[in-house]
């Protein structure tokens, strides 16, 4: 790879990205709204990707050895990048989500063939620029993009199913940590499920290196990128338990009340094994979960 175009993706394990690409030698063209500055050494285009004519101008005549779209949400987009794309690069990488995988229920990790996007209704007329409709429709956003990019991109794609990211403090960007190091911190209760099943999980440098990897792959198609090792609610809550002295207090949810963040009620895990073929090698969580948790521990004190 000579140059790649990162939409979206400047902010948390999207940077981490971006710094690892620019560090190997790649020229990196970074396409957001400007809210957020690109490294130094990156080219930045501000556009914003939901306007099709604006983008197409901000990338004017430059072409790219892959894309890869951080930022993805909805078939809409993705039929928007379809077209500008066309012509414009030899691969397409989304980052999509394990949430693609919410509605199955399953006892054994689930392969990339239990979701298939060839075959996946597509709405475009659906709401999905309506926040509240789009946050509770994250899954089947992702799903349907993915159906788009399948069946319509002139370029080779591919969708990278990420696991649940987990980093320690200023990587902890959906705050996930921080709420269950507050709760127990101050013997605040936890609403889980009665038997919370595991889930899959990658930490946020080994999915920017991930990501990294299957840009510059010649694979298409879904991959699922998880560590080895999947765990449920309690195992985090322990391990937060250890190093803040006191041990967690469990509720179940309330009627109307959501059960906190990865507490699942159904099996929630990913078959790694697709990527592990095409050559690329998982960690396994209990060599870096403790190390994340005590870092969110000791930054959120």
């Known amino acids: 790879m000579r140059e790649v ?3 979206g993706g400047s902010r948390y394990f999207g940077r981490r990205l971006i710094v690892r690409l620019r560090d190997a030698g790649v020229r990196v063209t970074v396409v957001n709204r400007g809210s957020s500055p690109a490294p130094e050494g990156v080219t930045h285009l501000a556009a914003d990707r939901d306007d099709e004519r604006a983008l197409a101008a901000a990338l004017g005549d430059r072409r790219f ?6 930022v993805c949400y909805n078939p809409v987009q ?15 990488v989304m980052t999509s989500t394990i949430e693609v995988y919410q509605p199955l229920h399953a006892d054994a990790p689930l392969p ?11 709405d475009l007329e659906l709401p999905w620029y309506d926040a509240g409709f789009a946050e509770a429709h994250y899954g089947e956003g992702k799903r349907q993009a993915e159906a788009v990019f399948t069946r319509e991109a002139a370029f080779p794609f591919a ?6 990211v987990l980093g320690g403090g200023a990587e902890d960007f959906t705050g996930r940590l921080a ?13 889980v499920h009665a038997g919370p099943r595991p889930s899959s999980f990658t930490e946020y440098e080994e999915i920017a290196g991930f990501l990294q ?3 510059g792959a010649g694979f298409t198609g879904a991959v699922n990128a998880c ?8 195992l985090l809550c322990e391990l937060i338990a250890e190093r803040v002295g006191r041990p967690p207090v469990y509720t179940p949810p309330t009627a109307g009340e959501a059960p906190s963040p990865f507490s699942f009620g159904h099996y929630y895990g990913m078959d790694n094994s697709r990527a592990e073929q095409l050559g690329y090698s998982f960690s396994r969580t209990a060599d870096w979960l403790p190390a994340v948790v005590t870092d969110a521990v000791t930054r959120t004190s």
Do not use: N, S
């Not at 050895?65 to 951080?70: E, G, L």
């Not at 039929?79 to 397409?92: D, I, M, N, S």
């Not at 709420?179 to 609403?191: D, L, S």
């Open 5 to 7: 175009c990162v939409i």
């Open 65 to 70: 050895d892959a894309v890869i779209d951080q």
């Open 78 to 92: 993705a039929a928007a990048a379809a077209r500008v794309f066309k012509g414009r690069t030899e691969r397409y």
């Open 112 to 122: 990339e063939t239990a979701v298939d996007p060839a075959g996946l209704p597509v």
């Open 159 to 164: 969708a990278v199913r990420t696991a649940h």
């Open 179 to 191: 709420h269950y190091v507050e709760r127990i911190r101050t013997g605040a209760p936890v609403a």
């Open 213 to 215: 990897w299957a840009a």
């Open 227 to 234: 560590a080895h090792g999947e765990f449920d609610v309690t």
